[in-house]
């Protein structure tokens, strides 16, 4: 990693909010109210056009049960848990003074 953040892409963080939603059986209608939002708004959001914000955001986290990671990257989400289910062994050796 060259130190830069990475910028966010709004057409996935768009496309997991619409996913979940979806999922969840809630029209488009009743989240934005549930967010305090207008319909268009997260319209707008959903196909990548614009951002929430990270109030909204951390709203979402919770209203879904999951971690912002799953919401905003959830490509490195999975490759996080990859690299943490991966077994590591090691050979025990007794140490005699």
Partial sequence: ????????DYKKVGCEIQVRRTRNGI???EFAKFLGISQTHLSNV????????LK???????RFVCTLDEIVDQEGY??????K??????RLVRCDE
Wanted: net charge positive; proline share 0%; glycine share 6%.
């Fill in 46 to 53: 959903e196909s990548g056009r614009v951002m929430l914000s």
């Fill in 78 to 83: 999975k490759e996080l848990l990859n690299s």
């Fill in 27 to 29: 029209t488009q209608t």
């Fill in 1 to 8: 990693m060259d130190g830069k953040m990475e910028e966010l």
């Fill in 85 to 90: 289910n991966k077994l590591r062994r090691f």
């Fill in 56 to 62: 909204m955001l951390l709203k979402i986290k919770q």
